[in-house]
T-cell receptor, first 115, second 115 residues
Framework: AQTVTQSQPEMSVQEAETVTLSCTYD???????LFWYKQPPSRQMILVIR??????QNATENRFSVNFQKAAKSFSLKISDSQLGDAAMYFC????????????FGAGTILRVKS | DTGVSQDPRHKITKRGQNVTFRCDPI?????LYWYRQTLGQGPEFLTY????????KSRLLSDRFSAERPKGSFSTLEIQRTEQGDSAMYLC?????????????FGPGTRLTVL
């Protein structure tokens, strides 16, 4: 079975600075997706960024970027120029590429942004 | 707003009572998912539907839980004889076949408290 591990229960960052959230996963599959989701205090989860396992290039979405190390099964999220609105719970998630399969989530990392 | 909606947002019940939650997916999304999220943890997959067919169920979905999607549109999740361990946030998500990477869009959740 696939597992996702987020070893940082909580992280803090100063506004305008950069923070990196860690995620490791375990799978025997070779073709899959990895995601970072953001869950603000209102608790509606939204997708931040995704990475396809067969792509070597790391995904980037504005201030958000990932460091995908397939051999090490590592998938970290870097948030640049942190903003107060980035404060939330962040979940790393895995899904097999086959259509419609379930998301497997890590336990999450609470990100606090200090002004 | 045409996002995923869930009703009710909060439910408090006494142990042993039955409860039913409703999820309305984004229109034209043929896949619908239920997840359960306990405090401080990531969501865990419960079940998913393609149209009206229930294609996968987790071991977490005991025989006290039943989910339906009778017309391939909205879905209901019923818990019979609730237990205190059922207290959690129940999240619904939907996705559309043929979308770029089948992103799952989440609803706001139903918070269940069993006294």
């Amino acid at each position: 079975a696939q597992t996702v591990t987020q070893s940082q229960p909580e992280m803090s960052v100063q506004e305008a600075e950069t923070v990196t959230l860690s995620c490791t996963y375990d799978t025997s599959e070779s073709d899959y997706y990895l995601f970072w989701y953001k869950q603000p205090p209102s608790r509606q989860m939204i997708l931040v960024i995704r990475q396809e396992a067969y792509k070597q290039q790391n995904a980037t979405e504005n201030r958000f970027s990932v460091n995908f190390q397939k051999a090490a099964k590592s998938f970290s999220l870097k948030i640049s120029d942190s903003q107060l609105g980035d404060a939330a719970m962040y979940f790393c998630a895995y899904r097999r590429r086959e259509y419609g399969n379930k998301l497997v989530f890590g336990a999450g990392t609470i990100l606090r942004v200090k002004s | 707003d045409t996002g995923v909606s869930q009703d009710p947002r909060h439910k408090i019940t006494k142990r042993g009572q039955n409860v039913t939650f409703r999820c309305d997916p984004i229109s034209e999304h043929n896949r619908l998912y239920w997840y359960r999220q306990t405090l401080g943890q990531g969501p865990e997959f419960l079940t998913y539907f393609q149209n009206e067919a229930q294609l996968e169920k987790s071991r977490l979905l005991s025989d006290r839980f039943s989910a339906e999607r009778p017309k391939g549109s909205f879905s209901t999740l019923e818990i019979q004889r609730t237990e205190q361990g059922d207290s959690a946030m129940y999240l619904c998500a939907s996705s559309r076949r043929g979308s770029s990477y089948n992103e799952q869009f989440f609803g706001p959740g139903t918070r269940l408290t069993v006294l």
